[in-house]
C-alpha cells in the first residue's frame, strides 16, 4: 500500500528516479526508502544538518513556540539525522535560553531532564500553548486600544 501511495507523493526529478526502476525492481517499502534516502539525502547534506541539529540555540528574541518549532523543523529537514528521542530532547533543552530552563525545571518540579521524553515534552506542549495564549492575548489587548486611551495607572502617572 505504502508503495502505491509513494507514487502520489512525486513529482518531476522524484518521479523519473522512481520510474528509473523498471520491472519491479523495488518490490518492499524498505528497499524504497533505502534507495531514496541515498538519492535525495546525501552524505555530506546530513552531515551539515546534523552538525545545526547538534548545536542548535535559542536565539535572543525567540518565544518557547517559536524555538520549538525552529527545532522541529531542522529535524524534519534531515529524516536521516539518526538522533533519538531522548537526544533530541537533550540538543533542544540544552540550546534553551537560561531562563527558559529555568522556567522548564521550575515546571517539572525538578530538573525536566530527569523526566521520561513523554513527560517533558507533554511539559514543553503545555507551556508552548500557553505562550501562544500570552501572545494571543497581549496582541488582542494592543489592537484593542486606541491612542488616546490610558489606563487609570497611566492617567494617575500622567
Known sequence: MRLSLFLFS????????????????LKTWEE??????????????????????????????????????????????TPTHG???????????????????????????GKIKLKTPEEAMELIENMVASDHAILHDRTHVLTKRSLLELSSQDALLA
Do not use: C
Open 10 to 25: 512525486l513529482a518531476g526529478e522524484a518521479m523519473r528516479w522512481l520510474h528509473s526502476f523498471k520491472g519491479n525492481n
Open 32 to 77: 524504497v526508502v533505502e534507495k531514496f534516502l541515498k538519492k535525495y539525502f546525501a552524505k555530506s547534506k546530513t552531515a551539515e544538518s546534523k552538525a545545526a541539529i547538534s548545536s542548535f540555540y535559542q536565539f535572543p528574541d525567540e518565544s518557547l513556540s517559536e524555538v520549538l518549532e525552529r527545532f522541529r523543523s531542522l529535524l524534519r529537514k
Open 83 to 109: 538522533f533519538s528521542e531522548p537526544i533530541q530532547l537533550n540538543i533542544f533543552i540544552n540550546g534553551l535560553r537560561l531562563q527558559f530552563m529555568q522556567l522548564l525545571d521550575t515546571s517539572a518540579g
